[in-house]
């Protein structure tokens, strides 16, 4: 099984700010088969990039992903106050799909 | 418009069994592999399987295979979700969704308590 470490746990940051997230998969993704999600309270996640840097439909272009092998990220280029959620990254590549632990991006 | 409706919310007794089921519509069902995410109060996202609408191939997590059984009925379009005998510690939100595409049921609640 593929374990997904996500770092930091927790974000704090201001609107405005850059936001950069780490997705380390403990065995190398034979393909770029990485999604990032955001989630906010009491709602379901959205997707935000799959292929590891294909920004799913209608997501603003503030939101990049990028890596491969076992290293990706998440950026979020000036955080709007619509941005603090937790973020979730998940490998799809090799069963079983897993997520990893989260990341919270909050309000400093 | 493409989506994934989900049944409701249940509250159940630990032994009883349930079956939830996801409905999807305005794509092609059989295109697509649906999976079914539990998250626990509180928690993260778990990934516990998924199925091949197209011929019912399906996988699951080590961590679930065994306890729930995934399922389809092409004829209606719904993938299922279904346990024989429920546990206290399967009280989470179920979420069925469609990797890559960004298709999510809104979530189904399930409560399971003496």
């Known amino acids: 099984e593929i374990v997904l470490t996500q770092s930091p746990d927790t974000l704090s940051l201001s609107p405005g700010e850059r936001a950069t997230l780490s997705c380390r998969a403990s065995q190398s993704l034979t393909s770029t088969s990485l999604a990032w999600y955001q989630q906010k309270p009491a709602q379901a996640p959205r997707l935000l990039i799959y292929g590891a840097s294909i920004r799913a439909t209608g997501i603003p272009d503030r939101f990049s992903g990028s890596g491969s092998g076992t290293d990706f990220t998440l950026t979020v280029s000036r955080l709007e106050p619509e941005d603090f959620a937790v973020y979730y990254c998940q490998q799809y590549g090799r069963p079983p799909w897993t997520f990893g632990q989260g990341t919270t991006v909050e309000i400093k | 418009e493409e989506q994934l409706v989900q049944s409701g919310a249940e509250v159940k007794k630990p032994g009883e069994s349930l079956r939830i089921s996801c409905k999807g519509s305005?794509?092609?069902?059989?295109?697509?592999?649906i999976s079914w995410v539990r998250q626990m109060p509180g928690k993260g996202l778990e990934w516990m399987g998924r199925?091949?609408?197209?011929?019912?191939?399906?996988r699951y997590s080590p961590s679930f295979e065994g306890h729930v059984t995934i399922s389809t009925d092409r004829t209606t379009s719904t993938v299922y979700l279904q346990w024989s005998s429920l546990k206290a510690s399967d009280t989470a939100m179920y979420y069925c969704t469609v990797v890559t595409t960004g298709y999510w049921g809104q979530g189904t609640l399930v409560t399971v308590s003496s």
């Open positions: 305005g794509y092609k069902f059989t295109d697509y592999w």
């Open positions: 199925i091949d609408p197209s011929d019912s191939d399906t």
